[in-house]
């Protein structure tokens, strides 16, 4: 129990300490909000599906208590640590076709409670859909899908890179 505690630990303050630093960096947010997140996914791996939703609640808290950024609060209690506690369930399914569709299910609902908290936080839209064309619109839509799957993919890589590689070496000594 005290090696979950601890590990676990480790991980929160390692997700908040990246999330932290997407909230000062001037770009390259994303990237560090999809690795904070595979913090998730080691936790899931390493102790259990549990111990992953408790990271991701201590790594929430946290990161609202710290960053005092509710932008970045919000991006990762809404979808990057979300998101890897519903991968692993949604990873389950039998066939690979009802797999994505849930996949990108989560996605496109997740995107929309995020817009629906922001307005409602904020009492304004993130976005001024005012003067777009119904293209461009569909444009941002379909080029949202096609970053997710490419997040989903990069994510499950690490996932089993750690596993294979890091976790197989941590076992062996």
Same mark, same amino acid.
């Given at each position: ?5 601890? !590990? ?8 908040? *300490?990246? %999330? ?13 909000? /999809?690795? /904070?997140?595979?913090?998730? /996914?080691? /936790? ?6 549990? &111990? ?37 369930? %949604?990873?389950?399914?039998?066939? *690979? ?6 996949? !990108?299910? *989560? ?19 993130? @976005? ?6 119904? &293209?461009?619109?569909?444009?941002? %839509?379909?080029?949202?899908? *096609?970053? !997710?799957? @490419? ?23």
């Amino acid at each position: 129990m005290s090696r979950r505690i601890a !590990f676990g630990g480790i991980l929160t303050a390692l997700c908040v *300490v990246l %999330i932290y630093f997407a909230a000062l960096l001037p770009s390259g947010k994303l990237g560090l909000y /999809a690795l /904070a997140s595979v913090t998730i /996914a080691i /936790a899931v791996v390493e102790l259990d599906i549990r &111990w992953g939703a408790v990271v991701y609640g201590g790594s929430s808290i946290l990161i609202f208590l710290l960053t005092g950024n509710i932008n970045a609060m919000l991006l990762f209690t809404i979808f990057f640590g979300s998101y890897p506690l519903l991968k692993y369930y %949604i990873e389950k399914q039998s066939s *690979v076709v009802t797999e994505l569709l849930l996949k !990108f299910t *989560v996605f496109n609902l997740l995107a929309v409670l995020g817009f629906f908290v922001f307005k409602l936080l904020f009492g304004i839209s993130p @976005i001024n859909l005012a003067g777009y064309t119904v &293209w461009i619109l569909l444009g941002v %839509i379909l080029g949202g899908q *096609v970053v !997710f799957l @490419i997040y989903d993919y990069v994510l499950s890589r690490l996932i089993n890179y750690y596993i294979s590689r890091i976790k197989a070496g941590i076992h062996r000594q």
